[in-house]
Nanobody, 114 residues
Framework: QVQLVESGGGLVQAGGSLRLSCAAS????????MAWYRQAPGKERELAAT???????NYADSVKGRFTISRDNAKNTVYLQMNSLKPEDTAVYYC????????WGQGTQVTVSS
């Protein structure tokens, strides 16, 4: 069982930055990949960024060049640094741990005002 707790969301103006954190209740060292998803109002949840156990990263085209995913295995924490935020980045952001099954956090709201 993996419990994930996201933090760091909030209200920010367009062009601003936020850093989201996802703290896991277990060691993430051997978790194949960790990911950040987001779900905007009235839309389906979408994958924003992933990071593998070996540190390889991938990003949705909509966030590439602005968001950076990273992991600190010693702290069992995954981060999402979000820069140059746009109003269309407004969503609930969810952390996920993909092992034999997927574990999800409760989400953190990010609101970007224009």
């Amino acid at each position: 069982q993996v419990q994930l707790v996201e933090s760091g969301g909030g209200l920010v103006q367009a062009g601003g930055s936020l850093r989201l954190s996802c703290a896991a209740s277990v060691s993430i060292f051997n978790i194949n990949f960790m990911a950040w998803y987001r779900q905007a109002p009235g839309k389906e949840r979408e994958l924003a960024a992933t990071i593998t156990r070996t540190g390889n990263t991938n990003y949705a085209d909509s966030v590439k060049g602005r968001f950076t995913i990273s992991r600190d295995n010693a702290k069992n924490t995954v981060y999402l640094q979000m820069n140059s935020l746009k109003p269309e980045d407004t969503a609930v952001y969810y952390c996920a741990a993909h092992t034999a099954k997927a574990y999800w956090g409760q989400g953190t709201q990010v609101t970007v005002s224009s």
